[in-house]
T-cell receptor, first 112, second 115 residues
Framework: DVKVTQSSRYLVKRTGEKVFLECVQD?????MFWYRQDPGLGLRLIYF???????EKGDIPEGYSVSREKKERFSLILESASTNQTSMYLC???????????FGPGTRLLVL | GNSVTQMEGPVTLSEEAFLTINCTYTATGYPSLFWYVQYPGEGLQLLLKATKADDKGSNKGFEATYRKETTSFHLEKGSVQVSDSAVYFCALIGISSGSARQLTFGSGTQLTVLP
């Protein structure tokens, strides 16, 4: 089975803190994704990566950055957390184009 | 751009009732279509998918048929169970080079099944 793990299930941070969310996949997938999930808005793509050291902006990249130094690991960085970044963050991985994405359990982030 | 519109929730049904969750999409050409399910406190799991027109995806008693003529991918189940209570997301992956790796999601439909 494909396994996508995220470093934390719950996080509480203060406004202005730098926040790191980490995601690891064990299936050698080339593509990795970060989404945020908000009630009534579904999932929105923040960033994705289709190769090591490559990244592409999604629909809502503002206030976020990413890092992919190794194929299995994709990090989401909030340089200076703000209250409007309180959300559920979901990582996913997949292979090729048009193929199924596999999701991690999510990290619920609260920014105070 | 690509978009997915799905039935507003929440939906509440009694056990053994018939379920339909409507999903329509806008995309160029023939996207791949998916239904994902999210159980309470968990990430999303793939429920079923279809990659070309008239394909029927099925899993765990759920079915959805890729209808190109109506740009729809409605989710159905003949007899729901309490354990089906979850949020259901319709999604697509477009075929254009920029979007071929990106899922576009609907807003999700919360289903509650009562015993």
């Amino acid at each position: 089975d494909v396994k996508v793990t995220q470093s934390s299930r719950y996080l509480v941070k203060r406004t202005g803190e730098k926040v790191f969310l980490e995601c690891v996949q064990d299936m050698d997938h080339e593509n990795m994704f970060w989404y945020r999930q908000d009630p009534g808005l579904g999932l929105r793509l923040i960033y994705f990566s289709y190769d090591v050291k490559m990244k592409e902006k999604g629909d809502i990249p503002e206030g976020y950055s990413v890092s992919r130094e190794k194929k299995e690991r994709f990090s989401l960085i909030l340089e200076s957390a703000s209250t409007n970044q309180t959300s559920m963050y979901l990582c996913a991985s997949g292979q090729g184009t048009g193929e199924t994405q596999y999701f991690g359990p999510g990290t619920r982030l609260l920014v105070l | 751009g690509n978009s997915v519109t799905q039935m507003e929730g929440p939906v509440t049904l009694s056990e053994e009732a018939f379920l339909t969750i409507n999903c329509t999409y806008t995309a160029t050409g023939y996207p791949s279509l998916f239904w994902y399910v999210q159980y309470p406190g968990e990430g999303l799991q793939l429920l079923l998918k279809a990659t070309k027109a008239d394909d029927k995806g099925s899993n765990k008693g759920f079915e959805a048929t890729y209808r190109k003529e109506t740009t729809s991918f409605h989710l159905e189940k003949g007899s729901v169970q309490v354990s089906d209570s979850a949020v259901y997301f319709c999604a697509l992956i477009g075929i254009s080079s920029g979007s071929a790796r990106q899922l576009t999601f609907g807003s999700g439909t919360q289903l509650t099944v009562l015993p």
